[in-house]
């Protein structure tokens, strides 16, 4: 489809969605809360189809730091933190979650993927934060290009045109272009050694 034509359809969506949206951005930009926008989130992320696909894509045009109307969130995936940043022409498969997290052109991701806001957000003695209460988080960048296969967790940032392999998990950062997989992930290859085989 068109991304003009998406632009309609997801402006004509925003007149559903800003009973939703208009106030979970007052309260995360004005007021630093995002309670408003994690519930509204979590309900859009019920509806089913083409529909639901739209009524998530127009409120998170609106309330995320960067995202335009080609996004394509599937059944039960939501965003978790207003600060999450999104390129063009991303897809997110189903019952994924994503963090503060800055998506690249082009980023596709299966079912069931986690990208998390760092490795440390639940607070760690090794990096001065002590207590279990205290909260950091880190945004984690999946380059533009990359493909997140199902299942994945990723704990730090990706570079561009990467392959995570199902099931693997993410914990330090990785360069362009390389092939993960297991957990903790490992470079399989470079995706010049494919080219050139």
């Not at 940032?157 to 992930?185: F, H, M, Q, W, Y």
Request: include cysteine; aromatic fraction near 8%.
């Amino acid at each position: 489809m068109p991304y003009g034509f998406k632009c309609v359809l997801v402006a004509l969506f925003c007149a559903v969605t800003w009973p939703l949206s208009l106030p979970a951005r007052i309260a995360h930009r004005h007021f630093g809360s995002e309670t408003l926008f994690d519930f509204s989130a979590k309900l859009l992320s019920l509806v089913p189809g083409k529909v639901g696909q739209y009524l998530r894509t127009s409120f998170y045009v609106v309330t995320l730091d960067r995202c335009p109307a080609d996004l394509s969130v599937a059944f039960g995936s939501f965003f978790s933190h207003a600060t999450a940043n999104v390129g063009r022409s991303v897809v997110i498969g189903s019952f994924s979650i994503v963090g503060t997290a800055r998506l690249g052109n082009g980023v596709a991701i299966a079912s069931r993927v986690s990208v998390l806001s760092g490795k440390h957000q639940h607070g760690s003695a090794l990096r001065g934060l002590s207590s279990s209460h205290e909260v950091h988080y880190e945004m984690v960048t999946v380059g533009d290009g990359c493909w997140i296969g199902e299942g994945a967790i990723v704990m730090a940032s990706i570079g561009r045109e990467c392959i995570v392999g199902a099931g693997s998990v993410v914990t330090k950062p990785v360069t362009d272009r390389a092939v993960l997989v297991g957990n903790p992930a490992k470079m399989l290859k470079s995706m010049e050694d494919v080219y050139d085989a």
